[in-house]
């Protein structure tokens, strides 16, 4: 990973995806193509899958991205706030890996749908990931609300984590088979992350519940929390189910039932009763309809970018 504050002409988002050196900085990197070299020269990289549309699948990767991008942001408040510095490190490169998901995402987005990505403030060198993250308002993300909720205590952070990454890891793992070679490559990545992050916050969760009277008392209250979103990470969108039906995506409801096992099974390791099933209800995320908590977490993440938009860093 190159250092902060470096730049490099040849830069490339997708280079970790084939042996390079994958960089999780998002703003300010200064490369010139984010798709070039991908799968080489004859530009297949932009192509579209038979049977499905293009708008429809830079809206599902935006829908990922959302995802992965404010769930980093909110992870990353946890940075010099964690209970002890190995934590710190660990919520931190969790974090960073979320970042480095949501920039490919979003360049993969922005290559099959050009006039999709938001437009940019006059005389801004930013690239097409910055424009989806920096300037676009709360109503144009489509992230789950799952990702957005203010932080508690350590204990609802290992429980929103836990609920998150073994969701997105069923995901993930089926959309390593989709038949768009880019998506197909971006989670072929991710399951590895995501792996890890499943298996950090599973392990805590077990730890606290195992613990002391406190830390049980602290963790059972994060699952009555965190629960209630659950929900809707099964609600399928009409995007998710077009591009499931095409071969190009994964419908939610269809890992729903996987999701529910495993975290079963941190239940069980925990000797925690199981929580029951909560039918969705309300505005969801993937249509833009989000909790009070997205729109002063986009303004803290988004205030250099929106100060500065010529800068370069």
Not at 243 to 251: E, S
């Amino acid at each position: 990973m190159p250092s902060i504050g470096t730049t490099d002409a040849n830069d490339n988002p997708y280079e970790g995806l084939y042996g390079g050196d994958a960089t999780h900085w998002a703003f300010g990197t200064a490369f010139a193509d984010p798709l070039a070299g991908v799968v080489g020269p004859t530009g297949r990289e932009a192509a579209v899958p038979d049977g499905v549309q293009a708008r429809d699948l830079a809206t599902y990767a935006v829908m990922l991205a959302d995802d992965a991008l404010v769930m980093s942001q909110r992870i990353a408040e946890w940075c010099s706030n964690a209970p002890d510095l190995e934590e710190d490190v660990a919520l931190s490169n969790v974090a960073l890996d979320l970042l480095g998901q949501a920039r490919l995402l979003y360049t993969r987005a922005a290559a099959v749908d050009p006039d999709g990505v938001p437009p940019l403030p006059e005389g801004s060198p930013a690239p097409p990931e910055d424009a989806f993250a920096f300037f676009r308002d709360a109503a144009g993300f489509r992230n789950v609300h799952l990702t957005e909720v203010e932080n508690g205590d350590f204990a609802d952070a290992v429980v929103r984590i836990l609920v998150f990454a073994t969701w997105r890891l069923a995901l993930t793992e089926r959309l390593s088979e989709s038949t768009d070679p880019i998506l197909a490559a971006v989670a072929a990545k991710a399951v590895k992350e995501l792996t890890y992050h499943r298996d950090y916050a599973g392990r805590w969760v077990v730890t606290l519940a195992g613990g002391t009277e406190e830390s049980r008392r602290r963790v059972l209250a994060a699952w009555d929390r965190v629960w209630p979103l659950r929900p809707e990470l099964g609600a399928t969108h009409p995007v998710e189910e077009r591009l499931a039906r095409a071969g190009a995506g994964v419908d939610p409801a269809d890992v729903d039932a996987s999701v529910d096992d495993v975290l079963r099974q941190v239940w069980d390791a925990a000797g925690m009763e199981e929580q029951g099933h909560r039918p969705a209800t309300g505005p969801q995320g993937r249509d833009g309809r989000h909790t009070d908590a997205l729109v002063p977490l986009l303004a803290d993440m988004q205030s250099v970018a929106r100060a500065h938009p010529s800068g370069r860093w």
